[in-house]
């Protein structure tokens, strides 16, 4: 086994387990993760709501492998701006990306973007704290309108129907408080363009959609259909099950007067953002199943008055410096992780991992499968990587530092993470999210 050096760009779930496998099958690996942001781990720490702590319990997971001393954190540093493709093949024996997707798939639709109109991505990173989007959001629309059947729909339903109060045993940073303190939000309608079975919602976060006592979930039954796909996609799978039966359960129940509500809307597809100045309601088209899990339109459409649109309809992966990109399918093209050029030759040591790799869809636990195929074809094709041209683990930081990167490592990102916690110590809350750039910096150094 020779020494070799490998650069991961993006410091996320993807880029972390690609990391542990490589270190656990080759021993003589040593790797930089670099991320954009001062802080590690990516979607965990700014894509899931804060009020799912569970979720956020892979932290401890992913910390364990960045502790280890071969594999060292390296943030602050943007790739294409700090870093360029060629100064990585001169340091690295081989680059994977594992950058993810941050932003909203587009919806084109008439009206789509008006103001009052947003994209789900854009929300989310604004209750999650991340430093790079405005501190505050506007929430003085009383009747909303969520685009999409996914986690991420759910999420923003939730966070858009829960009142501020409810949010303070989580982190959310103190502006994102007392921008949802402001919430006008009364009802939360979420379309759905098909039908229960096709639903894409996680079976426990759809359960707990109802666990707030100022929230009452309501199914409509419009637009209940469950056909012969419906109903070998509920035979065939578990979760399924539990989401239609749960979504049966939510119809059976009667409101209880709560003060918000979220309303399930299945069959209904958006046609059109309606408005002069701003969003000022909704065109959706009733559809109807086909029997093969999709659904067509009726040519039936309704108005809903509601003053604020939020289109989850899915994230997008983002064309990166350097490399080939397929703008319709938003990934790097490649060969079991190998990327491609646009002649379909590949690219010597470069390789992709994670969303960026095969589009936004599973879960985070499903980025380590997709981890391992990318590793696998990193070490069959080791033998014939070029040995990088300037070696040694500090050429990097040297070379960082007479750029003028203001680079942050993994021990300030872990005295800002303890700094986080003495926040929310103070406050009885396990963690008090720093926001600004500058702020998390001064608190990693202080």
Known sequence: MRDIRVAVIGAGPAGIYASDILTEEYPQARLDLFDRLPA???????????????????????RRVL?????????????????????????????IFSTGARADRPLDIPGID????????????????????PRTWPLQAKS????????????????????????????????????????????VHVFARRGPAQIKFSPMEFRELSHSPSVDVIVHPDGFEIDEASQQAINSSKSTKLV?????????VEPTGAPHRIHLHLCQSPVAVLGAAR???????????????TARGTGEFT????????????????????????????????????????????????????????????LIGHTKSDASETI?????????????????????????????IDYTTWEEWERLDAHEMALGAQQGRERVKVVPRTDMIRAGRS
């Open 114 to 133: 008006l103001p009052g109109s947003y994209g789900a991505a854009d929300f989310v990173s604004w209750y999650d704290g991340h430093p790079d989007v």
């Open 67 to 95: 502790s280890r001393d071969e594999i060292r954190f390296i943030g602050n540093v943007h790739y294409g701006t700090d870093l360029k493709l060629s100064d990585l093949r001169r340091y690295y024996d081989a680059v």
């Open 279 to 293: 969003v000022e309601g909704l065109r959706t088209e009733r559809t109807e199943l086909i029997g093969n899990g």
């Open 303 to 362: 108005d809903w008055p509601v003053q604020a649109v939020y289109r989850a309809v899915g994230y997008l992966s983002s064309h990166l410096a350097d490399l080939p990109f397929d703008h319709h399918a938003g990934v790097v093209p490649h060969d079991a992780g190998r990327v491609l050029d646009l002649d379909g030759e590949l690219i010597e040591g470069t390789y992709v991992t994670g969303w960026i790799k095969r589009g936004p869809i599973g």
């Open 144 to 187: 909303v309108a969520v685009l999409g059947a996914g986690n991420v729909a759910l999420d923003v339903a939730r966070m858009l129907a829960k009142p501020a109060d409810e949010q303070l045993s989580t982190e959310i940073a103190g502006n994102v408080y007392q921008g949802l303190s402001l919430n006008q939000a009364t009802d």
């Open 244 to 252: 239609v039966n749960t979504m049966m359960r939510y119809l059976d």
């Open 376 to 404: 696998t074809s990193l070490l069959a094709d080791l033998p014939g990587l070029r040995a990088p041209e300037i070696a040694g683990p500090d050429a990097i930081l040297e070379h960082l530092s007479g750029s003028g």
């Open 40 to 62: 590690p781990y990516g979607l965990v720490r700014y894509g899931v709501a804060p009020d799912h702590p569970r979720i956020k319990e892979i932290i401890k997971a992913l």
